[in-house]
């Protein structure tokens, strides 16, 4: 099962930051924050992924609170294409990534 | 440069036919996953090769499901006698490695078993 919680759905205005939540208090020492996105008909696509410090990339920042025990994706300028499914999954090591159902994400003209 | 391709893109199978699904990994990429969908689903963990050995195949539904890489580069997943409920979308992806390395996945082979 998924280690992850995360809002079956939510809207964001097109041009706007979305910040997609995710709780995972149930995350060990060794375990890493990954976040996938996947749109209508293509496979999921790689987003960011952390440990303990926020990370940030050209596509989106990952806030992880100090506990681990939640975090944050933020896309800072949503747009139509930001239109997709948004996997958070805690994992790694030597384990394959188990995904939960996500959060589908509509930006919104 | 070249993604993860998956063949063929659609496949349309009658209950008790035999199908073989193709995934072309990243060039150089050590891992290998399999991963099935089911509509409104997220993935779900099918198997995993690291090179050509298959060091997990937890997520295999029954024996009539199997999956080879016999040169550690493409992999085939075969599906004997299909039935109905394996109508989904197959997912392959490849990483570097299996440690914290992103995958990257293909856009998939969607099933369909009438």
């Known amino acids: 099962d998924a280690k992850t919680t995360q809002p079956t759905s939510m809207d964001c205005a097109e041009g706007r930051a979305a910040n997609l939540p995710c709780n995972h208090s149930t995350i060990s020492g060794n375990e890493y924050v990954y976040w996938y996105r996947q749109i209508h008909s293509q496979g999921p696509q790689y987003i960011i992924h952390?440990?303990?410090n926020n990370e940030t990339n050209e596509m989106a920042s990952l806030i992880i609170t100090e506990d681990r025990k939640s975090s944050t994706l933020i896309l800072p300028h949503a747009t139509l294409r930001d239109t997709a499914v948004y996997y958070c999954i805690v994992g790694g090591g030597n384990t394959p990534l188990v995904f939960g159902k996500g959060t589908r994400l509509s930006v919104i003209a | 440069g070249a993604g993860v391709s998956q063949s063929p893109r659609y496949k349309v199978a009658k209950r008790g036919q035999d199908v073989a699904l193709r995934c072309d990994p990243i060039s150089g990429h050590v891992s290998l996953f399999w991963y099935q969908q089911a509509l409104g689903q997220g993935p779900e963990f099918l198997t995993y090769f690291q090179n050509e050995a298959q060091l997990d195949k937890s997520g295999l539904p029954s024996d009539r499901f199997f999956a080879e890489r016999p040169e550690g580069s493409v992999s085939t997943l075969k599906i004997q006698r299909t039935q109905q409920e394996d109508s989904a979308v197959y997912l392959c992806?490849?990483?570097?490695?299996?440690?914290?390395?992103?995958?990257?996945f293909g856009n998939g082979t969607r099933l369909t078993v009438t």
């Open positions: 952390g440990l303990k």
């Open positions: 992806a490849s990483s570097v490695l299996l440690t914290n390395s992103p995958l990257h």
